[in-house]
């Protein structure tokens, strides 16, 4: 996300939605499962904002991380750092 806020969420059977995070500038969005394995997402992105976005497929990342490796250990340290907010989200979420 360059510019604006996304939120991820999933439908319940009974249609509501549940928030799963907000992402903001700065932020990585999407349903990293779907991303890695090519399966269908399991979660809903949507902007609740205007949004300046970068958007790249699995391939084009692979060759990205080819192309300049130093980009991939960039890409594993913002993932970890969003794996660590997520976490504590959903531990937060469970404690209440």
Sequence with gaps: VQQGCLKEYV???DGKQHI???F???CWAGDVQS???G???LIDVEAIED???WQIDKPGL?????TYPQFERFYRLAFQ????LFQRRIISALSQ
């Design 11 to 13: 439908t319940g059977a």
């Design 20 to 22: 799963v995070q907000f």
């Design 24 to 26: 903001t500038e700065g």
């Design 35 to 37: 991303f890695l394995t």
């Design 39 to 41: 399966a269908p997402a």
């Design 51 to 53: 949004c300046l976005l």
């Design 62 to 66: 692979d060759r990205l991380f080819n």
């Design 81 to 84: 750092e969003t794996y660590v």
